[in-house]
């Protein structure tokens, strides 16, 4: 409970994944990737979300 309450409360976008696969997205990480509700992304391909991203928020990414 302590680590699930650290990652939603965390700035940084995080996501978890299994096989390539998205498990769970923390608040920030929907922010980034300009998505509402985790349903959308929950299940899908972690590469389909780098479609999506602005150059910008991914050179913040790169640079940090």
Known sequence: ???RRLINTSNDG???ISGYFIKKVNKSA???FEVKDISKIKG???FSLFNN???EELDK???S
Do not use: A, F
Request: without cysteine; hydrophobic residues 50%.
């Open 14 to 16: 995080i996501v978890t």
């Open 61 to 63: 990414v790169i640079e």
């Open 1 to 3: 409970k302590k680590i």
């Open 30 to 32: 929907l922010d980034i």
């Open 53 to 55: 991203i602005k150059k």
């Open 44 to 46: 899908k391909n972690i």
